[in-house]
């Protein structure tokens, strides 16, 4: 027997498990979204295809499972590339399900083709960042590549691919027994383990070490191992210190937890990294901005600190930093295996670091205090620490957080406590502006129990207001505090420092200070907007946002005040040679 291929997708994806589809329409994808209608999956519209891939991405880290965009041929996929990049440096799972051009025009360059170099090469955009690229030219391959497309996004190290498919391709019929034999096949791939010899050597050594320190990336949530982490950081007494992604792998209120480190982390957690004798490194791939640059004096220094990394990918060991144990493994994987072996080899656990304990607990303190004068300030426009303190005052311990870049991420990472591992969704590799209002609708489609709030400055969500189009028709009740200080305010101020200007970074008019109006933005697309008048306003009316379980907008007038960091980038000594010179207030 045989039927449509559009039609045997869409029943292949309800097999899958998947419930939602992020995407837009075109000419070459109305096939499957006609199958589609007659399905349980929700297709979520929207109007820009980089909302459909960040939103894809939010609802992959959220759901802990591979996300699906479908996209239209051209400029349909071009425009998604940015969001798809952004997964794929962040390591999310993600299928991209492309139209592209009937095969029998190859090369003719029929409506939006790309054949520049080759013809119908749409799929060659994507090569530098998805983890494969497919082009399906026969029919009858098209179930085993599908199949292979979802097995490899989720095996190794997660990440998008792309299977662009001729819209002929779609409406062509071909044998049922093609996807049949595909539910022969395992859906889940036993992953990478670690032996007990190599796991007894690496307890003993980190038991036997004066300074050990765990420095945890986002690799523990992609692996969900954040349960086993605490548990070998409880058995073991050993701190633990994290780059940005790995923000939340242990609770900020745990006694043993610094911190993040490097140019957006502070004095005392980079000399704590800087200071140890071993490292365990979990997940990462000490990227620039958390290693400061990877320059010895400032955050991390090997040698004479000797590392221990273990990742899921062989090709992060020894990148940036030599290890002298390095270990290809899933996280979850290992830790349990750790766990196991620190517990036959010390059952009654490791009793040191009482007095590091008080110092953390004393540092904490005493950096809280140090911004207390801000979190207070009843100034307004508001203080960038006082919305972060009345966001998490507010906020459930397990609410979803999204962010974009700027003060909302940097500030955040920095200075806002997570509880939960997973619940900070933030771009770490690319650093994407409009990520984070779009995250958040898939976070939210994801985890719909839980309260999402997406933290976004004003130029992050002037990037793709249309977002708010997609919230309203599928009621998504999200709220957006857009942190406005009618600036990019991180490059805003950085060129104020090194060039004393801030041309082209802030926004403008006949030299007054201009911002669109958002919360009548907000109205237009038949969502609440609100614009707070005074910084004691803002906090109760965030309240009753949440409350009111609708998507919300609240613009939130902010100064443009830089997040202060003891760390280091080496773009600063490119601007401003030995000069030692960071931000400015602008």
């Known amino acids: 027997m045989k039927e449509l291929v559009s039609k045997q997708l869409v029943k292949y994806l309800e097999n899958c498990g998947v419930e939602h589809i992020f995407g837009l329409c075109g000419h070459t994808n109305i096939a499957v979204l006609a199958e589609l209608d007659k399905s349980p999956i929700k297709f979520i519209n929207v109007r820009h295809e980089q909302i459909a891939a960040h939103a894809a991405d939010g609802y992959a880290r959220a759901k802990r499972e591979t996300a699906v965009v479908l996209s239209h041929l051209g400029p349909g996929l071009t425009n998604a590339a940015t969001g798809v990049a952004n997964a794929a440096l962040d390591s999310i799972p993600m299928v991209v399900i492309a139209g592209d051009v009937p095969t029998h025009y190859y090369g003719k360059h029929p409506h939006q083709e790309i054949n520049l170099h080759a013809d119908a090469q749409q799929y060659e955009i994507y090569r530098p960042f998805v983890k494969r690229a497919w082009r399906v030219?026969?029919?009858d391959r098209f179930p085993e590549i599908i199949q292979k497309a979802f097995q490899l996004a989720e095996s190794g190290r997660p990440g998008p691919v792309l299977v662009s498919v001729p819209m002929d391709i779609f409406s062509k019929e071909i044998d049922v027994s093609l996807f049949e034999k595909l539910k022969h096949n395992t859906r889940h791939i036993q992953k990478p383990s670690i032996d007990d010899e190599t796991a007894k050597k690496i307890i003993e050594t980190l038991v036997d070490a004066e300074e050990p320190l765990i420095y945890a990336g986002g690799g523990i949530m992609l692996s969900n191992a954040s349960d086993e982490l605490r548990e070998l950081?409880?058995?073991l007494n050993i701190p633990v210190a994290y780059s940005i992604m790995g923000k939340g792998a242990v609770s900020d209120d745990h006694p043993l937890t610094l911190g993040m480190t490097g140019f957006w982390g502070t004095k005392f957690i980079n000399d704590k990294c800087r200071q140890a004798d071993y490292i365990l490194a979990l997940g990462t791939r000490f990227s620039e901005a958390d290693s400061s640059s990877w320059e010895p004096e400032y955050t991390f220094n090997f040698p004479p600190t000797k590392l221990i990394h273990i990742d899921i990918d062989s090709n992060e060991i020894g990148r940036n930093y030599p290890a002298e144990i390095g270990v290809v493994s899933d996280l979850k994987q290992a830790l349990t295996v750790l766990n196991r072996v620190a517990k036959a080899l010390y059952p009654n656990g490791v009793e040191r670091n009482a007095q590091l304990?008080?110092?953390i607990a004393s540092y904490k303190h005493t950096f809280k205090d140090s911004n207390q004068e801000n979190v207070q300030s009843n100034a307004?426009?508001?203080?960038?620490?006082r919305i972060l303190e009345d966001v998490r005052q507010v906020l459930p311990k397990d609410a979803y957080i999204t962010t974009d870049v700027g003060w909302n991420k940097n500030g955040v990472g920095q200075q806002f406590p997570i509880y939960e591992a997973g619940t900070i969704l933030t771009p770490g590799g690319y650093c994407t502006m409009g990520f984070g209002s779009s995250a958040a609708i898939g976070a939210k489609l994801a985890r719909p129990d839980k309260v999402v709030v997406s933290?976004?400055?004003?130029?992050?969500?002037?990037?793709?207001p249309s977002v708010l189009a997609t919230a309203f028709e599928e009621n998504i009740p999200v709220v957006w505090v857009i942190m406005n200080n009618?600036?990019?305010?991180?490059?805003?101020?950085?060129?104020?420092a090194h060039y004393d200007t801030t041309y082209g970074t802030v926004f403008n008019k006949s030299g007054e200070t201009y911002s669109p109006d958002f919360a009548s933005i907000a109205k237009g697309y038949g969502i609440e907007g609100i614009t707070i008048e005074s910084a004691e306003e803002f906090k109760p009316v965030l309240q009753k946002a949440i409350?009111?379980?609708?998507?919300?907008?609240?613009?939130?007038?902010?100064v443009n005040d830089p997040v202060p960091?003891?760390?280091h980038w080496n773009i600063l000594d490119i601007y401003s040679p030995g000069k030692k010179v960071s931000h400015v207030t602008t």
């Open 137 to 139: 030219d026969r029919a």
């Open 233 to 235: 950081v409880d058995h």
């Open 357 to 359: 304990k008080e110092e």
């Open 380 to 385: 307004f426009p508001m203080k960038p620490q």
């Open 455 to 464: 933290l976004i400055g004003d130029g992050g969500f002037g990037q793709n």
């Open 486 to 496: 009618s600036a990019f305010g991180t490059i805003a101020g950085l060129e104020k």
């Open 547 to 558: 409350e009111a379980n609708k998507p919300v907008v609240i613009d939130v007038a902010m």
């Open 565 to 567: 960091t003891d760390g």
